[in-house]
């Protein structure tokens, strides 16, 4: 080896190698303080840009996930009206059989007439009440349904199918004019009640199918998500226990290259040796 003071070559390696450990340090450190192995695209731009992919569809799963938990309480709320109505109509058609007797007295059908509409008022206020986040899917104010985003691409959705449950209408056969002034009338309205009460009950078991449709695929949506938040942990998490043997691996490599330094900037001055008398 040429001893020169214009160029030290031990010096110059060591300080390569110095530096290179420097580095790894330096990105073994981002790692620990991060926890991720590919923190942006010069890291792994391939792997980056698949993460940052599905990253995008978690946020997109994300948004689909709201909008069917807002579904399946709409769906809930709907069938708790039902529910309530169904028990009503039970307490009702009670009150019409009563009220056929032939024998009441002008008094006792005046009575069982004004519980009989009560009920029916009843009904109505739970009718009216029966919304959350402006849907109401027993009034009558959305006909065929409400959409409801499926995928993290916007091109399925989920329906949840309205039940109108007005008087008069399909299902609700009785009207909200009904009484039980007469026995003809209570007949009839007896009558109507039991056809109301069998509509009601399949409303309530087609409303029950839907929301259940919606918490399954709610439920599927979830374990998506959670599986690609997995598979972006694979792709960019930091093994720590791996990262934390390596600093200290670096760290005692460090050391030795400041030392190793140290020595080959002294070796010029055996130069010295060399001219003294």
């Known amino acids: 080896m040429t001893l020169s003071v214009h160029t030290n070559s031990a010096a110059m390696i060591a300080l390569q190698n110095l530096t290179k ?27 980056y840009a698949v993460a940052q992919s599905m990253r995008a569809d978690i946020r997109a799963l994300d948004a689909v996930q709201s909008g069917l938990d807002r ?3 709409i769906g809930d709320v709907a069938l708790a009206a039902g529910e309530a109505i169904s028990d009503l109509l039970v307490q009702m058609r009670e009150k019409a059989v009563a009220a056929m007797d032939p024998s009441l007295d002008t008094f006792s059908r005046a009575a069982y007439d004004s519980d ?5 008022d009843q009904i109505q206020v739970i009718i009216d009440n029966a919304e959350f986040d402006g849907a109401n899917m027993v009034n009558g104010s959305v006909t065929a349904g409400i959409e409801f985003l499926a995928d993290a691409d916007a091109s399925r959705t989920v ?23 007469s026995v003809t009338l209570a007949s009839g309205v007896a009558s109507t009640i039991q056809t109301s009460l069998d509509n009601v009950n399949q409303a309530l078991a087609n409303l029950g199918s839907d929301t259940k449709k919606l918490e399954a695929h709610s439920g599927f949506v979830n374990k998506l998500m959670d599986s690609l938040e997995k ?8 093994d720590l226990a791996t990262e934390s043997a390596k600093l200290q691996a670096l760290q005692v490599k460090q050391q030795l290259g400041v030392q190793a330094l140290s020595i080959a ?9 060399l001219f003294q008398g």
Do not use: H, Y
């Not at 330096?26 to 010069?42: D, P, Y």
């Not at 598979?231 to 930091?238: K, P, S």
């Not at 900037?265 to 040796?273: M, T, V």
């Open 71 to 73: 579904a399946s309480t």
């Open 231 to 238: 598979g972006v942990g694979d792709l960019v998490d930091a």
């Open 265 to 273: 900037n002294s070796a010029p001055q055996i130069i010295l040796n």
């Open 21 to 47: 450990t420097n580095e790894e340090m330096e990105q073994t450190q981002s790692r620990i303080n991060t926890g991720l192995k590919i923190g942006g695209s010069k890291d792994n731009a391939a792997i």
């Open 116 to 120: 009989f509409k009560s009920l029916l």
């Open 159 to 181: 329906t949840l199918k309205s039940q109108d449950l007005t008087f008069g209408g399909t299902i609700m056969t009785l009207a909200a004019t009904a009484s039980l002034g």
